[in-house]
């Protein structure tokens, strides 16, 4: 904390001696010089702790860091993975059964997911009071909507 206060110290007291410096020298033909040497000691002044930098140093003060964290990445990805997951197939299944709704049909939907990345429905197990008009219609939906094939699409009747 100590090296950003002086850091920053450093730097308003140039910024302040380049402005009255310009400011004694306005209208004189040595303006242009006293800003080209204020601008010049100004950046001079922000770069030199970039120059003092140790690289190595940098490297393990960051290892440190994150041995002090002991934060594991793998497991957050694998977290993102599973709630992608559970939201594909829960948006799925809740579509599926929403458009059972609207043909008139009561369903419940049990979507299987691929194994990719990115999840897509494989899969679909739907059970409730089925007629065989509002089926054709469920799967052609299934079919062109949700790219679920009719040959993994199943149903089974209840009631």
């Known amino acids: 904390m100590?090296?950003?206060?002086?850091?920053l110290t450093a730097v308003v007291a140039v910024s302040m001696i380049?402005?009255?410096?310009?400011?004694l020298s306005h209208g004189s033909r040595m303006e242009r010089v006293v800003r080209f040497a204020a601008g010049l000691l100004a950046l001079l002044v922000c770069v030199t702790p970039l120059l003092r930098l140790d690289a190595r140093t940098l490297t393990d003060v960051l290892e440190?860091?994150?041995r002090a964290l002991d934060y594991d990445a793998s497991?957050?990805?694998?977290?993102?993975?599973?709630?992608?997951?559970?939201l594909v197939r829960e948006n799925t299944e809740r579509t599926i059964e929403k458009q059972?709704?609207?043909?008139?049909?009561?369903?419940?939907?049990?979507v299987t997911l691929t194994e990719e990345e990115?999840?897509?429905?494989?899969?679909?197990?739907?059970?409730?009071?089925?007629?065989?008009?509002?089926v054709r219609a469920l799967s052609e939906f299934l079919s062109q909507s949700l790219g679920i094939p009719t040959e993994r699409q199943t149903w089974k009747t209840y009631g």
Do not use: C, F, H, N
Request: charged letters at 25%.
């Open 75 to 86: 497991g957050t990805d694998r977290t993102r993975q599973d709630m992608l997951r559970d």
């Open 118 to 134: 990115y999840p897509q429905p494989w899969s679909a197990t739907l059970t409730g009071t089925l007629d065989p008009e509002q």
């Open 100 to 110: 059972a709704e609207a043909l008139g049909m009561l369903v419940r939907a049990d």
């Open 64 to 66: 440190q860091a994150e």
């Open 2 to 7: 100590e090296a950003i206060r002086s850091y």
């Open 18 to 23: 380049a402005v009255l410096a310009s400011a």
